[in-house]
């Protein structure tokens, strides 16, 4: 088995960094488990592709959005239904400016 590739004191500075608070036994087990990951990157490093063509995503791009259609508009009774305050066709809100002005 291997030395792990991180110290125990970098693994609780990217835990500091992610506002993690870590216990000696999570900064053991992510010791580990960050080395691991490092050395699967390193092993990858090893793989020619130099015949590959660079790409930001491997899944073609499509669109996950409906198009924008326009409906037909809400009635003020519809659109008042939704407000958790109203007082006939207007939103009532909580003042936010005091009443001197």
């Known amino acids: 088995m291997t030395e792990p590739a991180l110290t125990q004191a970098e693994v609780r500075a990217i835990a ?7 216990s000696d036994d999570d ?8 080395s691991d990951i490092l050395a699967y990157f390193q092993k990858l490093e090893e793989l020619d592709t130099s015949h590959i063509d660079p790409t930001s ?17 809400l009635t003020v009774d519809e659109v008042v239904a939704n407000a958790p305050d ?4 207007q939103f009532r809100v909580r003042a936010v400016l005091g009443d001197s002005g």
Do not use: F, I
């Open 27 to 34: 900064v053991a087990r992510y010791q580990k488990q960050l």
């Open 16 to 22: 500091e960094l992610a506002r993690l608070e870590l």
């Open 86 to 89: 109203s007082d006939g066709e």
């Open 57 to 73: 995503s491997v899944l073609p791009l499509t669109s996950v959005m409906r198009p924008d259609e326009a409906g037909p508009p």
